[in-house]
């Protein structure tokens, strides 16, 4: 995949990590910018994927990510 290192470098409210990526919108208050692994995450918890799971499915999408 194509990075684009034209992004500036954030911070995410929710977990501290710093990222490059495009950010997601928050579904807590639709109006925060947050990383996209915490943006799968809201996601994922909203359709009722538990954690342990949550984790599975991120490192498939990094995984999937570096090659």
Do not use: F
């Amino acid at each position: 995949m194509k990075e684009n290192n034209n992004l500036a470098l954030r911070y995410c409210p929710h977990c501290g990590k710093a990222y490059r990526d495009v950010p997601a919108l928050s579904r807590a208050d639709n109006k925060t910018l947050i990383c996209p692994d915490c943006g799968t995450r809201e996601a994922l918890e909203s359709i009722g994927v538990k954690e342990a799971e949550q984790e599975k499915i991120l490192a498939t999408i990094h995984h999937a990510m570096e090659g």
